[in-house]
């Protein structure tokens, strides 16, 4: 079993940065990747970036790529997500699971065995 605690979100302006982090502990060598989605309220959880874990190859969706980077931290089984130039669409709940799908797969919710309880981000204009 994994465990995953999200944690690093908070309300902010447009224009402001945060950096998400995903803790991972339990049986880590059962996943390969980790994902970070997101979810508005009343919309259905959508991808964010994603990472392999043992070479550290990334893949994001097109509406992040060049605000947010992806990144991992061996020692602390943490993945972290920067997110810069923040907009008022970025508010949601961001979440990261865990999958042992390959890399062409992580936008797919479908792949990730565990989640964590997400953490909220909220910006304002």
């Known amino acids: 079993q994994v465990q995953l605690v999200e944690s690093g979100g908070g309300l902010v302006q447009a224009g402001d940065s945060l950096r998400l982090s995903c803790a991972a502990s339990?049986?880590?060598?059962?996943?390969?990747?980790v994902g970070w989605f997101r979810q508005a309220p009343g919309k259905q959880r959508e991808f964010v970036a994603g990472?392999?874990?043992?070479?550290?190859?990334?893949y994001y969706r097109d509406v992040v790529k060049g605000r947010s980077t992806i990144s991992v931290s061996y020692d602390q089984n943490t993945v972290y997500l920067q997110m810069n130039s923040l907009e008022p669409g970025d508010t949601a709940v961001y979440y990261c699971?865990?999958?042992?799908?390959?890399?062409?797969?992580?936008?797919?919710?479908?792949?990730?065995?565990?989640w964590g309880q997400g953490t909220q981000v909220t910006v304002s204009s």
């Open positions: 699971g865990t999958t042992r799908a390959a890399l062409v797969y992580y936008s797919l919710t479908s792949v990730y065995e565990h």
């Open positions: 339990g049986r880590t060598v059962t996943f390969n990747g």
């Open positions: 990472i392999r874990w043992n070479d550290g190859m990334t």
